[in-house]
């Protein structure tokens, strides 16, 4: 790209970003691999975590009764008859310096007591959660006295999202996971290549399923023992070069009929069981790729990156709408709110809003007019990752099963279905 279309490209984005922000005036990740380490026999020493916010409280006597986090993650029910006299029972979240934990981590007080009866812990996860990983391979850790975290499978209820287990004694918790496929997600260009492996943060003896009734001190991670992997797969595209717990995956030198693409591996269980960890691997450059109605791929460069203005997310950019290879056509994609991994916004009459504006009387968006209603496309958009750090990615795809090609003629307007599919993949802007 020389300098002028450079400049072309920021002046379109610039003047997509104002009119925005003038019209509407009426927030984790890179796919770094972590670095292996040598197997431990024993579980890591990790600081305690530090406090973040306030802590939920509540008087709970020998009658029993419950308490529930500020933000509705963690629950705890204590029986009739736990403690012998009436005790306050506290929630702090905390950093959750858990090597294998995920999510936020709580510190559970009173600290030190032994009840007379379990006490219920109950976790909210929800299924981005289980990027790289399985369900069978989620649990709940304590961080014991030593500093060395302590899991255990814990109770599954799918249906309400939730995992639980029963303690007789406080610490501070968090959920995990116990071997991951990393990276979970990622993205990687035309024939750019991704190494993956597999880490298992318990020993081999515990591999899967979890240990029940009695904990597990958590290792830093090691790629899992060879013996364990039965085969890597790939679907959609590319190549897989496996080497025991480690691959070298290889994109293909176009886009892929579908975008991402998966790549797995099945592990051996106990007997004949088996399980299977799956990666979603976006293939294409960065900006904004999307095609209309099954045609040819067009690649968007999005100089500005993703930029949060008036809370509103704006990735703006410019292509060329043709074979000329002139920049001449703008395209935008816009929402509204923070939205986590797994997400789906579905389209609406404003946000989230999609715009490609070639040359001419044609445009496409993300809503057709039926007589003087707005009737949004079914679809939406999908977050795989959200950032509001600087530099870090926004990363997603989005559909439109019939959106609108918005066309002037002589005597009005007409206004077509047509079927736009694309993703994204931009850095958070610095702006």
Known sequence: MNRHTFFIIVRMVTAILLYTIAATSCKKSIFDTPPVTIPQTEGAVTPVGVEQGAATTAI??????????????????????????????SIQPVSNTNIAGFGQAFRLLPHGNHFSKPVSISFVYNTSDLEGTIPEAIGIAYQDDKGVWQGSAGVMDTAAGTLSFSTTHFSDWSLFKSLELF?????????????????????????????????KPIASGKNITAKYIREWKVGGG??????????????????????PVAVSVV???????????VSNIYIGPEGISFRIDNGPWLQCPVPLGAVLAQDIDNIDGAVSSGNNGQVDAAVSLKWTGYPSAGT????????????????????????MIAGNKVVPSPGGIVFSKYSTIAG?????????????????????????????????????STL
């Open 267 to 277: 592990l051996n269980g106990p007997g004949a069981t088996q399980y299977m960890l």
């Open 183 to 215: 990276p979970g997600s990622g993205s990687v260009n035309f024939n750019e290549s991704l190494d993956m492996h597999v880490v298992n943060y318990l020993s081999d003896d515990d591999l899967l399923p979890l240990p029940g009734d009695t904990p």
């Open 60 to 89: 709970i006597g020998v009658e029993g009764g419950t308490l529930q986090s500020a933000d509705g993650k963690l629950k705890i029910t204590v029986p009739a008859g736990a403690v012998g006299e009436s005790k306050t029972f």
């Open 392 to 428: 870090r990615y926004v990363m997603g795809s989005f559909y439109m099963e019939k959106a609108g090609k918005r066309t002037i003629t002589g005597t009005g307007i007409t206004w077509t279905p047509v079927k736009i599919e694309g993703f994204f993949k931009v850095k958070r």
């Open 344 to 367: 789906n916004i579905a389209w609406g009459e404003k946000f989230p809003w999609f715009l490609y504006a070639p040359p001419g009387n044609t445009a496409y968006q993300h809503y």
């Open 238 to 259: 590319g190549l897989i070069n496996p080497s025991g717990s480690t691959a070298i995956y290889t994109a293909p030198s176009t886009m892929p009929a579908k975008n």
